[in-house]
């Protein structure tokens, strides 16, 4: 503890005695303990309470000791002076005990001298009477009580000197573990890296730390003593439970949900509740630690379509070549069968035939995830496998009156990749764009450049769009909504765009079209 600090301790003791001594004497005076002509020392009183003012703007530490040693001597000396009572004189003898507290040998001595001269003044001036009965026997017993008095005052010194360092250094222990505490307990507070928020019992928010301020945009000065939404609406119920359940000292550890940002945006959090009590076992409120585990949900998500991927290809490694040869065989006589026109089961034969052919495209979709492609990289233009691919659907798309609209926001993007690949992609979305078009519509392509290194390539349409069911599962292998479909082409066309590093998202409105949006990795020209 610093030496400033002790000292304001003790002024503010010695500021205590001094407006406790000038209250004392106001009551005594009331009911007339003391003379009632003896006046209540006005003075002494304003100087005290300038003292005060001085204490509490926090002036310096030395300035104020001086002050009140000032202060106190003078009241002593204007008491002294407004009676004709000699014994208060003792009084500037126990000032000296009294300044004894700040432990200092300069204030004693010079105080004791000053308090001798003040003595023999007032005696000389103030008190003639008792000054001519005074004999030398008298002077000697003065002079001798009056060291005493200053040998007592120094015992006193060093043994209050003693006390109040124990007492000091007790004090300064116990702070230093409080403040140690409290210091740790705020730097765990706000630098926590997982978002903690603190509630009242009618769930209006109380504090926040940095983390929640991120995790939800909620800022703290905006928050505070409000009930924010922080979940989702079809999770309110849900929440409400969980309140009435840390109402009733229950908690929750690592729980999952769908919270909601400031924004309006969602995300998955997991979250750990707890009730707050006091000291008597009450719960005064509650807290909310919540971590984002959108990435594991994701991650989680990728390896459950990477097993999927790897069951599909051990599948696909298996069955495919087992199956392809016998077809072969069954392909070549069904194929001697329909050449002669003349056979009654023509019909039938040009059926299996219809079929035989979609086993080998469900064996070569099968094949394309049974192992990785052995892709060599070379950099291409996107530009040019697009504009080609448009090319090769244009008759169609005049066919069914389907109007083609171009947005080239940039050109000569560079991409590096199997460009066979890429176009296997693209042929699948247009293709599925046409499809959704039952006649008279619009397919926009829009290409250009993101913030991130990226060439972005949407493809939008005014089609009858897709349920959000059919949103969640159209990279599910064999899902599909076509009489004639697979169910692997968009799951080969994502496996294909994430194996060039790139994303492919869907955003379908049922009814109103789809848009489907591929970001790949560009290169510098």
């Known amino acids: 503890m610093k030496h400033s600090t002790i000292l304001r301790k003790r002024n503010q003791f010695v500021l205590f005695l001094f407006a406790t001594g000038l209250i004392i004497h106001a009551i005594l005076s009331s009911i007339h303990l003391i003379n009632y002509d ?24 030395y300035v104020m000791r001086i002050l009140l040693i000032i202060g106190l001597n003078g009241s002593i000396i204007l008491l002294i002076m407004q009676t004709n009572y000699i ?40 008190y003639t009477i008792f000054r001519n009965s005074i004999t030398d026997t008298d002077i000697a017993l003065f002079t001798i009580i009056l060291f005493i008095v200053a040998i007592i005052g120094f015992m006193q010194t060093v043994y209050i000197n003693n006390s109040w360092k124990k007492m000091e250094s007790h004090s300064d222990s116990l702070e230093k573990a409080f403040l140690s505490k409290e210091a740790y307990l705020n730097l765990f507070f706000e630098n926590a890296k997982d978002s903690i928020a603190v509630f009242d019992l009618e769930n209006k928010i109380i504090t926040v730390n940095p983390a929640f301020e991120k995790l939800y945009g909620w800022k703290k000065r905006e928050c505070i003593g409000k009930a924010v939404p922080l979940v989702s609406p079809e999770y309110i119920n849900l929440a409400k439970e969980r309140c009435n359940h840390l109402l009733n000292s229950g908690s929750f550890d690592m729980l999952e949900s769908k919270d909601m940002r400031k924004d309006g945006t969602y995300f998955d959090a997991q979250m750990t509740l707890s009730p707050i009590f006091d000291y008597n076992g009450k719960i005064i409120a509650t807290s909310v630690i919540t971590r984002d585990i959108s990435y594991k949900k994701e991650a989680e998500k990728l390896i459950i379509q990477s097993e999927k991927l790897k069951a599909i290809g051990e599948i696909a490694a298996g069955v495919a070549h087992e199956v392809r040869n016998p077809l072969t065989v069954i392909s070549g006589f069904v194929q001697m069968m329909n050449n002669d026109k003349s056979s009654p089961y023509a019909f039938y034969t040009n059926l299996i035939e219809a079929e035989i052919d979609r086993i080998n495209l469900i064996i070569s979709e099968f094949l394309v995830l049974s192992k990785p492609h052995a892709m060599q990289p070379k950099v291409f233009k996107i530009d040019k496998v697009i504009s080609d691919i448009l090319t090769l659907y244009q008759p169609e798309l005049q066919l069914k009156n389907i109007e083609l609209i171009q947005n080239w ?55 009858g769009g897709m349920e959000k069911e059919v949103i969640e599962h159209i990279f599910k292998p064999f899902y599909t909504t076509k009489t004639e479909g697979t169910g692997l082409g968009m799951m080969i066309s994502e496996k294909i765009i994430q194996e060039h590093e790139g994303q492919i998202t869907i ?19």
């Open 87 to 126: 014994y208060q004189l003792v009084f500037l003898i126990l000032l000296l005990f009294l300044l004894a507290i700040y432990q200092s040998l300069w204030i004693n001595l010079s105080m004791f001298i000053v308090t001798i001269i003040q003595i023999i003044l007032l005696i000389e001036y103030r």
């Open 409 to 463: 926001n940039t050109n000569n993007m560079m991409i590096k990749g199997d460009a066979n690949q890429i176009k296997q992609v693209i042929i699948n979305i247009i293709k599925n764009a046409v499809e959704a078009i039952e006649k008279d519509g619009n397919i926009s392509v829009t290409v250009e450049k993101t913030a991130n290194q990226f060439c972005s390539i949407c493809f939008s349409d005014d089609g």
């Open 507 to 525: 955003d379908s409105e049922y009814g109103k079209g789809t848009s489907i949006t591929i970001k790949l990795p560009y290169v510098d020209n």
């Open 38 to 61: 003896v006046p209540f020392p006005f003075t002494a009183s304003i100087y005290c309470v300038l003292l005060l003012v001085c204490s509490a703007l926090h002036i310096n530490e």
